[in-house]
């Protein structure tokens, strides 16, 4: 207890830079009480009850006359009513207790070397040497039990400003720290804001693409309807000379053999008749002088004396040969044409397989353009096969596809990055540089883990698996009232920032894990402490640059400023 009133004095007076100024002025006066004690005159007067008047001599004679004590500025007579001591009753007081104010604030130890301060009035000789209060060992001027306090005022003077230097390096350090994470903040705040003007010209131009791209859509769609399909012909020029030369193949074989049919029936007859002469020669009456019949018969045996020659016949089985079926043993093998390694045009469909996929979007679409182009020019074969989307539906089709898709994925994003900018990220925007990245500390059988604007974890060191802690929510600022530690690790008092996290796994028979994320100036990242005050609902004790101080550089404006 007299250790924190000692260090609360101390840092409430650090900055007043109060010496003691004369040696002339009653033992524990302090300086800006030096009016009051005028050591010439013979008389005071009690500084809250001026009325009172005393002899300068009743001054620290040890016996409190004055009712506000301000006659006892150097002993502990009138410690009853000093601010600084415990409430003590006041002899024939009706309520116990003295209500009375002191005029002074304590015993003044001049602490040359080191920074002058108020003891409280009950630490006068009391036989301890207050050195954390008053380091030159005035206090102790009665030597109470032989005690003598030496004055350590040099030593303890040198190594106080020795941490207050340390502290003022650190101080700037962290403000440094927290200037370099504004920097980078600026900068992601910066790419934000240029990504979603991107973002807004990007949708722009692909509306009107959409548009452009429905349009021509529907236009192809409509006129290729009409087209009436001829054959199932594949591939460009060659593919279609294929498909008319098996056509045309096929009538020939076709006529040939009719032809055949027709010279056989043909060759039937012919055999009938040459038997029907040849009888009716044999037959006939040579004695009857009919000169049609003699004429006849002469014909015929003309015709036979020229049949006698040899004959330069196409054998059957040539014509049967050509008469086969086409296919991969005889004739010509058509599917082999047909199938074979793919059509001229699916090399230039199958083109885009071969690229990396971070030129394939661009070049999906400008080879589009070239089918359709290509297909329009009769270059590239349309309609494939029969019953399926035509080619130039189909890339009209994608086309469209690829600029709707393009434009909901764009559209989604510029969602998501207008409401980052939107998003709470401290003060300056500060935990935008932060987010994303961890920190983490081994307490007990886990590890805890925090990752800035995103979660809190707790991994288990025995391998049970990691539970989430929670997910972060916002940002608030609560009041910390918390010891100073020396090596600064620590919330101390006044206003912190705290970032919650909420809705982390539920807990066995209990609510969703919750962690609430205190933050202290440091000069790096650290996870100081982790406690978990009821089940499940965690408290981490954090050290940040993030949280230091706004000390602004000078012309550097921040978010609130812009
Ligand atoms: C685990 C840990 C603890 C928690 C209990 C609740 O053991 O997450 O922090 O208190 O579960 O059952």
Known sequence: MRQTDALVLLSTLAHSS???SSQSLPRGVGPEFAKFYESKAPTFKCIGNPSIVIKSSQINDNSCDCPDGSDEPGTAACAYIDPLSPEQPLPGSATGTTNTTSALPGFWCANEGHIGSYVPFMYVNDGVCDYDLCCDGSEEFAHVGGVKCENRCKAIGKEYRRIEEERKKSKERSAESRRALLRDSAELRRKVESRISELRQEINNLEVKKVDLQRKFEEVERSERGKVVKDEGQGGKLGVLLSQAKARVKELRDTLDKVLDQRDDLQDRVDKLEDILSKFKEEYNP?????????AVKSWEDYSASNTGAKDDIADADIMKVLEEDGPSSGVNWAEFAEGDGSDADIVYNLEAYLPSFVRDFVHEKLNQARVWMIENGILADNPKTGQESLLVKAAREALDAARNDFSSKTSQLEEQEKDLEKDYGPDDIFRALKGRCISS?????????CWIDRTMQKSKKGHGNTNMGNFVRIDREYADEEERVDGKSLGKGERLVLRYD???????GPNRRTDVWLACAEKDELWKVSESEKCVYRMEVGTPAACEDLHEPGVRTKDEL
Do not use: I, R, S
């Open 18 to 20: 109060v010496v003691a």
């Open 287 to 295: 004695n009857f002088n009919d000169e049609g019949v003699k004429a």
């Open 442 to 450: 081994d307490v007990g059988e886990y590890e805890y883990e925090l």
């Open 503 to 509: 809705n982390g796994q539920g807990c066995w028979n």
